[in-house]
């Protein structure tokens, strides 16, 4: 008897995709399509025009996604419910319920950020384990340790910027396209990061939470004073500056709380300093590290998807008459 299949949507800002997950670990597709380049010339997403794209997309990206299993095949449906934009999540989470409801099956609506912290366990043939989770992305940047499926502790959160937002701003600052941290790491490569010294935002506040801003602010009263060739180092500063509070916080979260596994999720973690870094710290401290793939990194319905089969295996299902909800707590 094959595992259970899990048909999953995310449409929680500017991607729409789909996902059919057989199991923990059979991605049978995994579709999204991107609106990067819509919104680059506004620097940024613009919630109007992400929602009618997503309902431009959400047909044809289903009929994709469908040309890899017949639909009596599902066994559970599953959509983003939060947080998100509004206005996006109406979308995919009205079509997940239309399709439960049609092929009368389960339906579970998914924290958006439970499929980012659950996104390291992804195909393990065990469910996810106690762990300290940096979620590290455009819009969040917080820890959370995972006690168990659907028990988690929010140990700390940004204040103001998100870590990917302050990337964003920052090569706005500087004239370069969004999005703003791949740009920002290529140019980092070259450069020297002792070069600026850049606050530690409340690195030493005692406690867990993240702050930013004062770190975009240094870069924009710097700028004025540059001359010359100065990118590669300004970058390189700034992002070593980000890089060291999230990975010396998540080190010192993973010990206060006793927890011996350290997993790194969200768009951010791709950045390949950050994934050094913490690997190095891990290491150092005694701690095993799970990093997200890749590809599970951005918005994307097979996290989506993942979090759906474990919470369907234990029969955590979700209410048809829940609402999405753009300020869904994980917690």
Do not use: W
């Amino acid at each position: 008897m094959s595992e259970p299949t899990v048909l999953a949507i995310e449409t929680s800002c500017d991607e729409t995709a789909v996902a059919v997950l057989q199991g923990r670990s059979r991605l049978l597709c995994s579709e999204v399509a991107s609106q990067i380049d819509v919104h680059r010339s506004y620097g940024g997403v613009v919630p109007e025009i992400a929602s009618r794209n997503h309902l431009a997309k959400m047909g044809p990206i289903l009929r994709s996604a469908l040309t890899h299993i017949q639909l009596r095949e599902v066994d559970c449906v599953s959509a983003t419910r939060g947080p998100g934009l509004l206005t996006s999540l109406l979308v995919g989470y009205a079509a997940g319920k239309g399709l439960a409801i049609g092929l009368d099956r389960p339906f579970v609506g998914i924290n958006h950020l439970e499929g980012h912290l659950l996104s390291p366990f992804f195909g393990e043939a065990a469910c996810p384990v106690q762990s300290m989770g940096l979620i590290v992305s455009g819009g969040h940047t917080m820890l959370m340790h995972l006690v168990d499926l659907g028990k988690y502790i929010l140990v700390g959160q940004t204040r103001d910027d998100a870590a990917g937002e302050a990337f964003d701003k920052v090569a706005r600052l500087l004239g370069l396209p969004y999005p703003g941290g791949p740009i920002i790491e290529r140019l980092a490569e070259s450069g020297d990061p002792d070069r600026y010294k850049f606050p530690r935002g409340m690195l030493a506040s005692g406690d867990f939470d993240f702050s930013f801003s004062g770190l975009k602010t240094a870069v924009r009263y710097l700028l004025p004073s540059l001359r010359g060739d100065f990118e590669a180092d300004l970058c390189a500063s700034f992002q070593a500056a980000v890089v060291e509070v999230l990975v010396r916080k998540t080190i010192k979260a993973a010990k206060t709380f006793k927890a011996s596994i350290v997993t790194v999720s969200g768009g951010v973690s791709c950045n390949q300093s950050l994934r050094k870094n913490l690997v190095e710290a891990a290491s150092k401290a005694g701690l095993a590290v799970k990093l997200a793939d890749p590809k599970l990194t951005t918005d994307n319905a097979a996290m989506i998807a993942f979090a759906a089969f474990e919470r369907y295996q234990r029969g955590m299902l979700g209410n048809l008459e829940d609402e999405a909800d753009p300020n869904f707590k994980i917690h």
